[in-house]
């Protein structure tokens, strides 16, 4: 069914898939702190505002969503900014499966790249600085947050 679909079809239809998920699990009790259903326009703007990485809410991030919210925010966010293609080749690469041509054609289209040579390499490129530089973000966030937040006091 999948092989109806053009290149750009399927990276349009992934972006939905991923952006409906993300509004579904917003919309449970368990992704807002007052455990009630978040109402479907709030989780689906906030799904789609976090999968295209625009930063804009409409209720207040801290205050109305639980840690499980915020988690599944911050996942949208991963997948939008790095892109449903790449992290879908990152899998296959890690789980050591071939990149098929047609996930080549995907991802050429996702990455909005203009030759298919050396795109696998380029996905790998992009994930590992990608990682690199959130872990050093996350190191020197720990090291100022461990210094005003020590719950061991002299």
């Known amino acids: 069914m999948l092989k109806k679909f053009t290149p750009v079809q399927l990276v349009v239809l992934s972006f939905l898939a991923v952006i409906t998920t993300g509004a579904i699990l917003l919309m449970l009790p368990v992704s807002s702190l007052s ?82 040579t050396g795109i696998v390499s380029f996905t790998k490129t992009i994930l590992f600085t990608v990682l690199f530089f959130e872990g050093l973000g996350a190191f020197a966030l720990s090291l100022r947050f461990l210094k005003d937040f020590t719950t061991v006091k002299s």
């Open 35 to 116: 455990q009630r259903f978040t109402d479907p326009i709030t989780a689906i703007f906030t799904a789609t505002s976090a999968t295209c990485v625009t930063g804009l809410v409409v209720v207040d991030t801290g205050t109305h969503w639980s840690l499980f919210g915020q988690i599944v925010i911050l996942l949208l966010i991963q997948i939008g900014g790095l892109g449903y293609m790449t992290i879908s080749t990152f899998f296959l690469i890690f789980a050591n499966r071939r990149v098929t041509l047609r996930q080549r054609f995907l991802l050429k289209e996702g990455l909005n790249v203009y030759k298919l």
